[in-house]
């Protein structure tokens, strides 16, 4: 059973950074797709990036291009999103997950869910 737990979320003024965390449990992040996705009330949830299976590829949301990146640490079995130049709209519940990459990481049929770690950003 993969367990994902997420850190680091925080309170942040506009233009500063924050970076989460989400460790990695019962198997290898390098077997699964990774995704960082996000919600805000009353909005849909959002994939902000993905980590293709086996490391290194990576994609993102047009909304965050060019402000986030999606990183690894493969000994510490770790993914991570650094966040840059955050927004207002940024401000939401931000969760990590997985999935078999079986049938492509670009569907969001994630199953491997974390319990999200909020961040909030203020003008």
């Known amino acids: 059973q993969v367990h994902l737990a997420e850190s680091g979320g925080g309170s942040v003024q506009a233009g500063e950074s924050l970076r989460l965390s989400c460790a990695i449990s019962?198997?290898?992040?390098?077997?699964?797709?990774m995704g960082w996705f996000r919600q805000a009330p009353g909005k849909e949830r959002e994939r902000v990036a993905i980590?293709?299976?086996?490391?290194?590829?990576?994609a993102y949301a047009d909304s965050v291009k060019g402000r986030f990146t999606i990183s690894e640490h493969n000994a510490e079995n770790t993914v991570y999103l650094q966040m840059n130049s955050l927004k207002p709209g940024d401000t939401a519940m931000y969760y990590c997950?997985?999935?078999?990459?079986?049938?492509?990481?670009?569907?969001?049929?994630?199953?491997?869910w974390g319990q999200g770690t909020q961040v909030t950003v203020s003008s």
């Open positions: 997950a997985a999935k078999s990459p079986i049938y492509g990481c670009a569907r969001n049929d994630y199953l491997y």
């Open positions: 980590l293709y299976a086996g490391g290194g590829n990576t």
């Open positions: 019962g198997d290898r992040y390098r077997n699964y797709c």
